[in-house]
């Protein structure tokens, strides 16, 4: 079976969720890489973005989690990249629908924005729900041909 590795970044914002999550993930046995950054001093979150999802494009990881203080930022960023389905979410219901039906990839935490408990819920939501198919396919991929018609009125 093909091996699934978690991509995990954050800056400072989201460093301490972050943390917290990948102590749960080690005890859940789900196994994850760490593209920083690794201290609370304040860096700049589009640099985090970029190797999550740098990571997820070259096929080193499936899919990933981005930390920052509200995951705006995060998500911004993620969703300027190629193949890219990024979603905030502060609820659980948002992270299983946005699996079932948009096939996101990344999940965009914010570490001012929910607890850890909260956060932990939707992380296993997000890790444990797989895409539906079907109907959703052809959304998501008329989502994804966006990408390749910059120069066309959308
Ligand atoms: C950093 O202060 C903060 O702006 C960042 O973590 C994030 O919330 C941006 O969207």
Redesign the pocket.
């Known amino acids: 079976m093909e091996k699934k590795i978690l991509a995990l970044a954050c ?4 460093f301490e969720l972050k943390n917290e999550m990948k102590a749960l993930l080690d005890k859940k046995g789900v196994e994850y890489v760490d593209f920083g950054c690794d201290t609370a001093e ?1 860096v700049n ?1 589009p640099d985090y973005a970029h190797k999550l999802c740098k990571a997820i494009q070259d096929g080193e990881c499936y899919r990933g989690i981005l930390f ?7 998500c ?1 960023a993620a969703n300027k990249h190629h193949g890219i389905r990024a979603a905030v979410c502060s609820d659980t219901f948002s992270a299983r629908l946005t699996r079932m039906h948009n096939d996101a990839n990344v999940l965009c935490l ?3 924005v929910v607890g850890v408990g909260l956060a932990w819920d939707i992380v296993e939501s997000f890790v444990d729900t797989e895409f539906e198919g079907g109907r959703h396919s052809t959304r998501v991929d008329m989502v994804m041909a966006f990408e390749e018609s910059e120069n066309k009125e959308c």
Not at 11 to 14: I, P, Q, T, V
């Open positions: 800056d400072h914002g989201g304040s979150y920052c203080g509200t995951g705006i930022g995060m911004m914010g570490g001012r």
